[in-house]
């Protein structure tokens, strides 16, 4: 009997000789029966590097908070970097742990976001995005180990009434908005400029999104609160008598780059050039485009001046170009490049931002108005990628949207020229003829980088653009 199979049965006993006993039958090829519940893995899910040598982003919003379930590809949070905001997702099915940090906080690439409670299979791809390498960790290797979380056979678990009274006191100590400040880049710009904290604001849109209607509202009382406390004349005395209060507010992500970007342009000798322009003529032909029957779409004046400024590189490619003294020779190069990537100037509700439109000589008009009004939309919502932010070769800055005659445009490192265009004005003009006429100026205003741009090729490029605007014909007989 000892090592045979017992007929017509699916199990076999073992005998063991020393204790001449029968061991309990055991199923072959099947896993035995238990009651505990499946092991659940408990692991950090690491900020991913998000390419151009980021190694930071400033977590801008939450999409999820603790306990929260979420399932592959769920959004879990919203970051800000450099160059633009990434919305992070989820390689797991789980149950969100921890939040690594608050809205507003700055994120390292590759150290864990969230701790997550996977209930979904591993793959080797994903295992490389849930562990911390040990030189960056900071931290004792066990520290990353993951933790189980196991039911055992004798837990005891609370009543769903008490359970629903322990999660309504954790709820209850949870500063408002801690996660669950969700709001558009734009409402986040209206309390920058009311100057009112979103943290503290109840939202009433969808899972608890702040609506600028809540930003107003919150605004209002606030004043109103203010407005009393200032008419009690001993509370407005210690505020008028009372010492100079500074706060030190930290710059934003775009507000950091802008300033390490305007630091390198200082290094630059700018070559200033400015003329009036008159916009008369191109309006009236702008007029008569947008009133023609096919047109899809109004077409601005800045597209005609972007078109203009592209026109006129082809006669003067040194403007296009870039400035290369990363070289080991004894002498900077200068770069000539062949496309026209016309940066432009945007503000936004994340500050000032300058995607550019490439290949402009290759574009209609047309068609560069409907890229700019595209960039523009992923600007204001910030959704603009990196390569919409790079590779741009010169600048066109239309600071006359906003306000201003005049402006002394300053030079990215990384291109030789920019253009400012300032508010169009009606103002009265003496024709060929001696007639007094209504025009309609604007100050184009040309900074060069005056180290490889002497002021004789900046004027004749500012001269051609002003001869393209001026008489839009000229423009149109060089387009191909």
């Given at each position: 009997m000892i090592g045979r199979a017992i007929p017509n049965s699916s199990c076999f006993l073992k005998y063991s000789a020393s204790r001449a006993s029968f061991r309990r039958p055991q199923l072959l090829g099947r896993t035995p029966f238990h009651s505990t519940a499946k092991a659940?893995?408990?692991?950090p899910f690491l900020l991913a590097d998000i390419g151009e040598g980021i190694r930071e982003c400033e977590v801008i919003q939450w999409f999820v908070e603790p306990e929260a379930r979420v399932e592959q590809f769920d959004k879990l949070c919203e970051v800000q970097s450099d160059k633009a905001s990434v919305e992070i997702t989820s390689r797991f099915d789980g149950v969100i742990k921890k939040l690594h940090y608050d809205a507003g906080q700055m994120a390292e690439v590759g150290k864990p976001l969230v701790d997550i409670d996977i209930q979904s299979e591993i793959s080797p791809?994903?295992?490389?995005?849930?562990?911390?390498?040990?030189?960056?960790?900071?931290e004792p290797a066990s520290a990353q180990q993951p933790q189980k979380a196991v039911d055992q056979p004798g837990d005891i678990r609370p009543k769903e009434g008490a359970q629903n009274t322990q999660q309504a006191e954790i709820a209850s100590k949870t500063p408002r908005g801690k996660h669950s400040t969700l709001a558009t880049p734009a409402v986040r710009h209206l309390t920058k400029e009311l100057n009112v904290d979103l943290a503290q604001i109840t939202g009433?849109?969808?899972?608890?999104?702040?609506?600028?209607?809540?930003?107003?509202?919150?605004?209002?009382?606030?004043?109103?609160?203010?407005r009393k406390a200032s008419q009690n004349p001993s509370i407005r005395s210690r505020i008028e008598d009372g010492p100079q209060k500074e706060e030190v507010i930290t710059l934003t992500h775009i507000q950091s780059q802008m300033f390490k970007t305007m630091t390198r342009s200082l290094s630059i000798p700018h070559f200033l050039y400015a003329d009036e322009v008159d916009?008369?003529?191109?309006?009236?032909?702008?007029?008569?485009l947008n009133t023609y029957p096919t047109t899809s779409q109004r077409i601005s004046i800045l597209p005609f001046i972007i078109k203009a400024v592209s026109l006129a590189l082809d006669d003067f490619p040194l403007l296009n170009a870039r400035v290369d003294s990363s070289s080991e020779a004894d002498r900077p190069n200068i770069v000539l490049r062949s496309q026209h990537n016309i940066g432009i100037a945007m503000d936004t509700p994340q500050g000032l931002i300058v995607p550019n439109i490439k290949n402009v000589a290759s574009k209609s008009i047309t068609s560069i108005s409907a890229e700019l009004k595209h960039l523009k939309s992923l600007a204001m919502s910030a959704k603009l990628s990196s390569a919409d932010l790079m590779g741009g070769t010169i600048t066109v800055s239309n600071i006359g949207s906003i306000g201003g005659t005049y402006v002394a445009p300053v030079i990215v490192p990384s291109e030789v020229a920019i253009l400012g265009v300032g508010k169009a004005r009606i103002v009265p003009r003496y024709n060929e003829k001696g007639e007094l006429i209504k025009s309609e100026i604007a100050n184009f205003s040309w900074s060069a980088d005056h180290r490889v741009i002497d002021g004789a090729t900046m004027a004749r490029m500012a001269e051609r653009v002003r001869g393209f605007v001026e008489v839009p014909e000229t423009m149109l007989a060089r387009l191909q």
């Open positions: 659940l893995i408990i692991k791809e994903d295992e490389a995005i849930t562990t911390v390498p040990a030189e960056q960790a900071g009433t849109g969808r899972d608890g999104r702040v609506l600028k209607d809540d930003v107003h509202k919150y605004a209002t009382q606030k004043d109103n609160a203010t916009l008369r003529p191109l309006q009236g032909c702008r007029t008569r």
